[in-house]
């Protein structure tokens, strides 16, 4: 008989240690594109994205336009030039043209090198606040909303992370996202 209390209470040990250990475990997810559109800087970073793409529309704009002011000159002139300066200039109508059609790949580049600029400064402070707010609330994993096809039960802490950032969600995120559960 006091084997079998032993046994018996020694598994009822290592139950309570593994419920323990279980309840420790808090399971998060959010979507962190999400908190990233909801911040303030993304807005500020899409206007002076724009912007910086609006510039260089122009910029290329005016470089079409002086291309075609050079080659409607040419072909004005080109009655009475001799045959080299016709050559010389058709090798800078050639080269001009030459530009222009690496233009919009060179816009392309310099827009996505700026929005890389702009952008990792916002996902820097965005991934910062999560891990922030998985540490204070005690969350011992965090996964990426729209990764996951099946998880186990865990609560989206966007309204924490939101809390964290002093951002304000907009309703139909905030109206959807369940309240944080307490801490027991």
Request: charged content about 35%.
């Given at each position: 008989?006091?084997?079998f209390f032993t046994v018996v209470l020694f598994a009822s040990g290592l139950m309570m240690v593994a419920a323990h250990a279980q309840a420790q475990t808090k399971i998060g997810y959010i979507s962190s594109q999400e908190v990233i559109g909801i911040m303030p800087e993304t807005r500020k970073a899409d206007t002076l994205l724009t912007d910086f793409?609006?510039?260089?529309?122009a910029s290329a704009q005016?470089?079409?336009?002086?291309?075609y002011a050079a080659y409607e000159k040419f072909a004005k002139d080109s009655t009475t030039m001799s045959e080299a300066v016709k050559s010389?200039?058709?090798?800078?109508?050639?080269?001009?043209?030459?530009?222009?059609?690496?233009?919009?790949?060179?816009?392309?580049?310099?827009l996505q090198q700026k929005r890389d600029?702009?952008?990792m400064?916002?996902?820097?402070?965005?991934?910062?606040a999560i891990q922030a707010v998985a540490?204070?609330?005690g969350y011992t994993y965090v996964f990426e909303k729209?990764?996951?096809?099946?998880?186990?039960?865990?609560?989206?802490?966007l309204p924490l992370v939101a809390k964290k950032l002093n951002i304000k969600l907009p309703n139909a995120a905030g109206a959807n996202a369940p309240a944080p559960a307490k801490k027991p």
């Open positions: 008989m006091k084997k793409r609006n510039a260089l529309l005016e470089k079409q336009a002086a291309f010389v200039k058709k090798q800078e109508l050639n080269k001009l043209s030459t530009e222009l059609g690496g233009e919009e790949e060179r816009i392309q580049n310099a600029e702009l952008i400064p916002i996902n820097k402070k965005a991934f910062e540490k204070e609330a729209e990764a996951l096809l099946v998880a186990p039960t865990g609560e989206d802490i």
